[in-house]
């Protein structure tokens, strides 16, 4: 999982050679759940790789004004909403960095190359924003695969279903700018099967 991080670096500028709204409710959690010592660091590296797209988008709509940002940027809030619920209601410690910082010097390092990619064209950002959720859906089904807590598969695949829209939508506007996106995590078949879907209610 954590190499996808490393791949996403090592991929940001051969990925630019290629030439929404979620209807999202927070995941609620009732109670306290146990969770072992991984799932909470990842629950923490979720926090912050959702924030990521969060910040992203808002400086990538700073920057161009589009309505894919202005709306998906917003469901990343509720995305990191859904994980602050279960650390808050677990008393696990986290810290939210101001816009555009980091914890973690991998996501660190893949904003401020956003940053500087996002400023070419709008075609670059949007590269960006699926490239952001081709990364966010892959970590996440790695989440899943590796717990066994119901309530903690629940809020990622409620999270995950809101990535998938959130990439139909940056796909569609970037075929609409008469470009391609090449997935760099997703498996084509599974990035064929998400695009060849329709856009889900997430809950």
């Not at 590269?127 to 966010?136: F, S, V, Y």
Request: negative net charge.
């Amino acid at each position: 999982m954590k190499s996808n991080l490393f791949l996403a670096s090592a991929m940001i500028i051969a990925l630019f050679a290629v030439s929404c709204d979620d209807n999202e409710s927070n995941n609620t959690v009732s109670d306290t759940i146990s969770l072992t010592e991984e799932e909470k660091v990842g629950l923490l590296f979720m926090l912050e790789e959702e924030k990521l797209a969060r910040d992203t988008y808002i400086y990538m709509n700073n920057l161009w004004s589009m309505n894919q940002f202005d709306n998906i940027k917003n469901s990343e809030q509720t995305h990191m909403n859904s994980i602050k619920t279960i650390l808050d209601q677990n008393n696990i410690d986290y810290t939210i960095l101001p816009e555009g910082q980091f914890d973690n010097e991998n996501l660190q390092n893949l904003y401020n190359q956003f940053v500087i990619d996002g400023q070419i064209s709008n075609s670059y950002a949007l590269q960006i924003g699926a490239t952001i959720e081709d990364l966010d859906i892959v970590d996440l089904e790695d989440y899943i695969n590796e717990s066994t807590n119901q309530v903690l598969i629940s809020t990622y695949q409620s999270l995950q279903c809101g990535s998938r829209n959130h990439l139909r939508s940056f796909v569609s506007a970037i075929n609409n700018n008469e470009s391609i996106y090449i997935p760099q995590f997703l498996t084509i078949e599974e990035y064929e099967n998400i695009l060849n879907g329709s856009h889900e209610q997430c809950n």
